[in-house]
């Protein structure tokens, strides 16, 4: 990424105080708080798998890719040159090169296929895979998302699974049947609903010839990857809203001819993955479980692209803060380097300690789905709500503490502002992820019992903990919801802290369970800056 050798004396000045660039670092091996949370999660065996990956996402190779990637977008091809149509996407290498690494390293398949710890392996891997590109994230979790779902029709089930299992990635434009691995998109969202997918105006008809075949008609304003081998998605069946299967390509080998990409979304960020507007014109696809069950079928994925939400935006919050780490460390200001003033260093520690909870929340998150426990039904849309929300202004206090510099869109910080806020949009916006969690907590007496026994039992190791768990009311109105939302997020995450004895423990509870002012760095409390500071640093500040 960086350039060989550039010339730092020049006729009118001397380049200094610059950091030198923030590359072929391991980013697993150096992060202590992904390190300690993989271990606390059940994910120890994985460390070496993860120290190869981490090394090679933080390379200068891959960190170019990332950067390329985004500088290069996708390009929409409805018709070839003869007038044919084919709507293909065109991607640079080295979006296909990123794709490679993250599936191949078992992003999609390693929490299905019997591997212990699965999950915790596979968000590990996401953490670590996005930091040099976010947007390739996007078709990848979907991927290993859909898994559940496909896993409700047996003959689909049989199909595809295998090859996600596969873990392999094949950027041909070919029948699936003929292709290495896969990847499955999703297509829910319409103009007129928006997130009230029952607001659909799609319609399905059972065909004569093939059972479990339907022909769809209508369109979908956002149809995420639209390269993808196959993409679930929601239509009006005779029986009412249902899940199907769009394949890209038919069982005879032949395109499926219904399904037209119209555009390209042009994006604030996510920039290397295209995300486009389809119609569908009798495009055939296979039911997914009973007519009318579309919602309880297609909530299997959500429940599990919102697992990846949480730790998609942890993993941009670390990327952010040891960018602002690397920078402090190297630079200098008024005969001091930053990093050593306080006022900085207050900011600097603040940011570590929100970066650290949402690392550690979001791999507990992935423990429970390893265990298939109840917990995951109320604590993830909890986490999808308040780490998603964190991130942006965590990127926007690590891009201050660069000045100008860190404005400039020729660093990594301009990328990471803009992919920022759409984990936070996706799968569910603000109010949609609080509403939802009053439902569950209406209806879902399991996940109550998990939730409240999970916070229970880290009772008794802080009086702050204890005292704001009192004062949490579970029986808010929708007008409060998301204030309920934040008051357990922030109790889960100490509660995290604190059962594994992480050592920012006391400081999350004297910095987020106490008053204080509203701004990073914004406090008077006494803690260990520079404690915290040295544990999150990525590597040895030379």
Known sequence: MSSLRPIADLDTHEVINQPPPFEDVDLFATDRALVDAVAKAGGAPHAGRLGDIGRRAGSAEVIGWGVDANRNPPELDTHDRWGRRIDEVRFHPAYHRLMALGLEAGFASVAWNGTRAGHVAHAATLFLTGQPDAGTSCPMTMTYAAVPALSVEPVVRDEWVPRVLAGRYDSAVRPAAEKAGVTIGMAMTEKQGGSDVRANATRAEPTADAAGWYRLTGHKWFCSAP???????????????????????????????????????????????????????????????GEGRGVATIIRMVQHTRLDCVVGSAGQMRAALAQALWHSAHRSAFQKRLVDQPAMAAVLADLAVESEAATALSLRIAQAFDADDPLTRLLTPIAKYWVCKRAPGLVTEAMECHGGAG?????????????????????????????????????????????????????????????????????????????????????AQAAVLLAWNNPLAEAFCTLRLAPRGSGYGAFDAVVDARGIIDRAMPLIAR
């Open 407 to 491: 404005y400039i869109e020729a660093g990594p910080m301009p990328r990471l502002f803009r992919q920022s806020p759409l984990n936070a949009i996706w799968e569910g916006s603000g109010n949609v992820i609080a509403l939802d969690l009053l439902r569950g907590l209406a209806r879902e007496p399991e996940g109550v019992a998990a939730l409240r026994g999970f916070l229970d039992a880290a009772r008794g190791q802080d009086r702050r903990y204890d005292a704001w768990l009192d004062a949490i009311d579970f029986s808010a109105g929708e007008a409060g919801a998301r204030l309920l939302v934040e008051r357990i997020a922030l109790a």
């Open 227 to 289: 390269m993808c081998d196959a993409f679930l998605t929601l239509a009006y069946a005779p029986g009412g809203l249902t899940c199907f299967l769009l394949p890209r390509w038919l069982p005879d080998g032949a395109r499926n001819a219904g399904f037209r990409v119209v555009r390209l979304k042009d994006k604030l960020g996510d920039r290397s993955n295209a995300s486009s507007e389809v119609e569908y014109h009798g495009a055939l696809a296979q039911r997914i479980g």
